[in-house]
């Protein structure tokens, strides 16, 4: 598919994300939508399961139909038989008149059934007969009626799963899965939370005339790296809250950390490693360390080839006398003072010394630059071991004049 069909689609869809998972999404909404045939579309909570219900409905012929929305894990399993089916005049006591059901409701357009892992096992009989004849029978009613209903059905939980617990018929499992749509969870596309971030901000500041003067880098880079264990609907209502406590504001990292519950706390331990030098002086001797290794490997290569056996070197690691000089004196104010040690949440890995010195920025761009220099300038394994997709680990290149 060309990207300005994709785009198109994924515009009148409302379906957000630029990542590979987004994309494949909509290409099969794309591909199965049309035709008559069950779907079913599984996923955690809040991942967009009803999002793509609804996009494959108004992308099908059956769009100017019915499009019917059934909770079967919000009726109860009493009445949920007559909900979608119907009943006849005094069928059950309050069965006052006869009722058409969902699925007449639905005649010619889409029905879908939403958490269909809870539906009881007598309405999944009656719901496979649909299926496989378009007929059904009303409760209490001795005549079949015959629709014309597309079905789509979502699921959070594993529905073989449910088999084996005997909650769930497999023959209707094989009937619904035959076209599965799985709904990634955020985690599976974390890439494309800035975009979610900015779209959901930008949509809910304007449909509620707050001023928003929009999130750091390093706080999009903190929500870009949580774990969502409620997907998009968590990110979304995580954002709104965001805007409405921080009218105007700029929403930066130290918000973001606080509202997520991250915060520093000290600690008594000595967990964080103490380090007495400037990062640059560190990282300097360690250079130093390598070429003397290296000075040493090609003296120990040359005693090897001359048979000098007794000049071989035994210990492991320059010695300090050795690394000082070659080290340039270092200035009282490039030295780092100890401060208290701080734990920060066990998602973030910061030298402790460095706390108040340095911002998320220079941190990540330190990162990046590192990280690619390892991989030799390779933009994918780079990417891959930052855990980023290549289009962020691109625009941060750009953003840094890496
Ligand atoms: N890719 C997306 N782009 C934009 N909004 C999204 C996307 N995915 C989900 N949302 C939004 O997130 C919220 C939750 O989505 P939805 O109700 O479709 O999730 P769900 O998978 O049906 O969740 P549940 O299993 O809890 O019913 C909705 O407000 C929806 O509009
Ligand atoms: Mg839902």
Known sequence: MNDTRLNRL???FGIIGESEKIKEIIETIDQVASADITILI?????????LIADALHRHSLRKHHPFVKVNCG?????ILESELFGHVKGSFTGAIDDRKGYFETANNGTIFLDEIGEMPLETQVKLLRVLESGEFLPVGGSRSKKVDVRIIAATNKELFEEIEKKNFRKDLY??????????PSLRQHSEDIPLLVERFALE????????????????????????????IRELK????????LEKGEVINS???????????????TNLPMKVSKSVDQ??????????????????DIKNVVTGDYNHISLESTPRTTELQRYIAPVHEEETIESEPEYEISQDYLVNPNQLGKVSLQEVERELIEKTLRKFHNKKRQTAAALKISERTLYRKIIEYGL
């Not at 209502?237 to 409405?244: A, C, G, L, T």
């Not at 360390?289 to 003296?299: F, N, S, T």
Request: net charge positive.
């Open 10 to 12: 994924q515009q009148s």
């Open 42 to 50: 599984s996923g955690e909570s809040g991942t967009g399961k009803e």
């Open 74 to 78: 919000a009726i109860p399993a009493g």
């Open 174 to 183: 094989y009937r619904l899965k035959t076209i599965t749509i799985v709904a």
């Open 204 to 231: 809910f500041a304007n449909r509620n005339g707050i001023p928003f003067k929009g999130f750091s880098p390093n706080a999009i880079h903190i929500l870009e790296n949580h774990s969502w264990p409620g997907n």
């Open 237 to 244: 209502n995580f954002i709104e809250s965001m805007i409405v």
């Open 254 to 268: 130290a918000k973001v950390l606080k509202r997520l519950g991250i915060e520093k706390r000290p600690i008594s």
């Open 282 to 299: 560190a990282e300097r001797e360690l250079i130093l360390q390598q070429i003397l290794l290296m000075r040493r490997d090609i003296a």
